[in-house]
């Protein structure tokens, strides 16, 4: 062990590795020389509208520290921070090794890391890991799953982010933050082969999961949301059963349990409640209640009742303000995989 953990100590002097997650980032300090630089904004939550830098810092800040119960002055400085030291990786001369998973968080951490790094002279020393299976692992969720030797088993398996990669990275990071969802649609509709030369092989899927949270045709749920009523048809649940419940059918699992116990707060605090939270939660954390069903929940499950009409609607997806009193400006039809406006 302790020979290994040598040869790959030393593998560079004058890299820089991104990853996702403080978990995975501490498994990459115990045997790596280099600088691991940690990225871990929750872009598929809250605003992420076309603004420049200072202006972004300041309205993900905001939401961060709402949502988080994190100081905004902390937050804002730690977004521009993580910029800055990117940047300046390209101006030191430094590569730049990105480690990330497939899921929809990492894969929005991913295109908008490779904007910022498209506008240094450090993109011809970028290169990637972003595995979609591990062998032996027989539900590969994430790159916080692997023990030291199998991460850095990774590390040779690294390759050089192509032109094309950071065209699409730039296109598509442009397009999430848009007003207008179409742009980014026609991204997921054009990718047809995800594995064609020159692509990211996970972004497709990864958008269409972030179209998916939209509200459907079918009830006005999104599908995290209808995945919580499902699970709680039969019988109520506690949070955390909930939780487990609901990331089965997730092929790639993209929200801790923070991200769902929000979701099941707006079902709860709706005007016409299609939750019960027991006993009443005063936080976010919900563990330690049970969560139930309501009678217009049950409704809006069956597609008798919508739920954006009964409730309206005050979400973001990235630069798309999903807002209305009654209905929503744009909608999921599943069968179709399109938009609906």
């Known amino acids: 062990m302790s020979a290994f953990r040598r040869t790959i100590y030393h593998v560079s002097v004058t890299t820089l590795h991104i990853t996702n997650g403080d978990c995975a980032a501490g498994t990459l300090r115990s045997f790596l020389s280099d600088r691991v630089l940690v990225t ?78 498209g506008g240094s002279d450090s993109q011809r020393r970028v290169s990637l890991i972003c595995p979609g299976e591990f062998p032996g692992v027989q539900r590969f969720i994430g790159l916080g799953q692997l023990n030291v030797e199998q991460l850095a088993s990774l590390y040779p398996t690294r390759q050089p982010v192509s032109d094309a990669q950071f065209g699409i990275a730039h296109r598509a990071w442009n397009a999430f933050r848009a007003s207008d969802p179409t742009e980014l649609l026609s991204l997921v509709h054009a990718s047809t082969t995800p594995a064609e030369p020159g692509a990211l092989p996970f972004l497709r899927d990864a958008i269409q999961r972030l179209f998916e949270e939209y509200p459907s045709t079918h009830n006005g749920l999104s599908r995290s949301a209808e995945a919580v009523l499902r699970a709680v048809a039969a019988q109520p649940l506690d949070a955390m059963s909930l939780f487990q419940a609901t990331q089965v059918d997730e092929a790639r699992p993209f929200m801790g349990d923070a991200g769902l116990f929000d979701v099941v707060h707006g079902l709860a605090n709706a005007r016409v409640p299609l939750a019960t939270i ?51 400006p744009w909608r999921w039809d599943r069968g179709r995989e399109t938009l609906v406006s």
Not at 50 to 74: C, H, K, Q, T, V
Not at 92 to 105: A, M, N, P, Y
Not at 281 to 286: F, R, V
């Open 40 to 117: 871990c904004d929750v872009l598929h939550d809250g605003p992420a509208p076309l603004l420049e830098p200072d202006a972004w810092y300041d309205i993900r800040a905001r939401f961060l520290s709402d949502g988080f119960g994190a100081r905004y002055d902390e937050i804002r400085a730690s977004l521009a921070a993580f910029d800055r030291t990117v940047r300046a990786a390209g101006v030191d001369g430094h590569s730049i090794v990105l480690w990330f998973e497939h899921d929809l968080f990492d894969q929005l951490l991913l295109i908008r890391t490779l904007d910022v790094i």
């Open 278 to 328: 027991t006993p009443a939660a005063t936080g976010l954390d919900l563990r330690g209640h049970a969560v139930a069903i309501t009678d217009a929940g049950r409704e809006v499950l069956s597609g008798r009742a919508d739920a954006v009409a009964l409730n309206g609607i005050d979400e973001w997806r990235g630069g798309v303000h999903l807002a209305g009193v009654d209905r929503s």
